[in-house]
């Protein structure tokens, strides 16, 4: 059934709840862990079969991205009818059944940017999980300074022939196409890069993971070895990339705001308040014993409800109309720091347990929680550094100029 905006809400939430109660399989409402998460893609892995079942149904409804037009395979929701659609989610505690770049960075950059085709052709199978995207993006030598990027694209005539290499590409190994800058122009900068898509199974196209401390490897280097690449995929004009390119970075900055790098939920990790009151002790009012520690787990707790409500306000403003684009490098910076801290607070909190790396004698969660705090260690740099993002909000945000 249709919903326009005059369309009672109550009347669509009693249908949104009927539907998720008829379509939510019963272990898609309990707790996720790691191995059970649904990337999608041609290499998709389904370790909880019902997981698959809700992406389908999730995908044919068009709720994976509810917002994006019924065009394009989206759900065609207003934001009004998406909040309720939220709400009933939440309410269910129903997992997300999709996690997906090209949902959270890439689609919205293409519905912006795209021509038709490329809308029709790409769209549809990002909603239902059909094609994993990676982002080609950094490159030794022009992380923080994204422009300096020298990855080439020569025009051949009735093709682009693309050479170079790309790094921290995230989930290279496993994703099927990639949304790449490229550079068109050595002459000029920033007006010489362009965003241009192509498949991962591309003759010339080489992923190699990147081991990490923490003993998972999300990140790859990236090759391109005369990579020839069709000219209509291509995005926005030659030499206009740097524009999709900074948009693009304010999805990618919001997307990791909204999920505040993502917490241990499902994962069997406890939060540091009861991992102190574990391993630390309590006093006789059954508080943490430490009081310095209870001030600093108070501190990040009161700081975490903050931050939530600042995500909750920077969604409302834009619901409004109002700019919020710069808003993104202010969350993304708080995001980083509070998973640091929070981090930081349970290895604390954990003791001597946290020395475990592998093998009996250790409880796993406590490991986990070892490996999830080296990880976040990438939080400052990832999605723009945080030295990258305090320059973003010091000038356009405060208004302060560069040093003379």
């Excluded at 917002?67 to 939440?90: M, S």
């Excluded at 694209?153 to 693309?162: A, P, R, S, T």
């Excluded at 909750?312 to 808003?327: I, M, N, Y």
């Amino acid at each position: 059934m249709a919903y326009d905006v005059t369309e009672d809400l109550d009347a669509f939430r009693a249908e949104t709840r009927d539907w998720l109660e008829a379509n939510c399989p019963p272990s898609m409402r309990t707790p996720m862990t790691d191995d059970e998460i649904v990337w999608g893609g041609k290499r998709g892995t389904f370790v909880n079969p019902e997981s698959k079942i809700w992406l389908d149904r999730m995908g044919e409804k068009g709720w994976t991205a509810p917002e994006w037009p019924a065009a394009y395979g989206g759900g065609g929701l207003t934001k009004d009818q998406n909040r309720v659609l939220q709400e009933e989610l939440r309410r269910i505690r129903a997992r997300p059944a999709l996690f997906s770049f090209g949902l959270w960075m890439f689609g919205p950059a293409l519905l912006e940017f795209g021509n038709e085709e490329q809308k029709k052709r790409f769209l549809p199978d990002i909603v239902k999980g059909k094609t994993r995207w990676c982002q080609g993006y950094s490159e030794p030598g022009a992380g923080s300074d994204l422009a300096g990027l020298q990855t080439r694209c020569e025009d051949k005539g009735d093709h682009y022939l693309i050479n170079g290499q790309k790094v921290w590409t995230s989930y290279a190994d496993q994703a099927d196409w990639i949304f790449c800058l490229v550079r068109t122009d050595t002459s000029s900068k920033h007006e010489g890069i362009s965003f241009i898509l192509f498949d991962m199974e591309s003759p010339g196209v080489e992923a190699r993971p990147i081991l990490l401390i923490s003993g998972s490897s999300p990140f790859c280097e990236t090759f391109f070895t005369d990579v020839k690449v069709p000219k209509e995929q291509l995005v926005g004009r030659v030499n206009g990339g740097w524009e999709i390119a900074k948009r693009l970075l304010q999805f990618e900055r919001s997307s990791i705001s909204a999920g505040g790098f993502g917490g241990t939920g499902g994962s069997g990790i406890l939060g540091p308040e009861e991992y102190a009151k574990m391993h630390v002790g309590t006093d006789s009012e059954g508080r943490i014993a430490d009081g310095d520690l209870r001030g600093r787990i108070a501190d990040h707790k009161m700081y975490a409800k903050a931050f939530n409500l600042t995500v909750q306000r920077q969604t409302e403003q834009a619901k409004a109309g109002q700019q919020v684009g710069h808003t993104a490098s202010i969350l993304k910076y708080g995001a980083a720091k509070m998973n640091q801290d929070r981090h930081e607070l349970l290895i604390e909190a954990l003791g001597s347990e946290a020395l475990g790396w592998e093998g009996e004698g250790f409880d796993e969660n406590a490991m986990k929680a070892t490996r999830g705090w080296l990880r976040s260690k990438g939080n400052s740099i990832e999605g723009g550094t945080s030295e990258i993002n305090l320059n973003v909000v010091a000038k356009r945000v405060l208004g302060l100029k560069d040093h003379q």
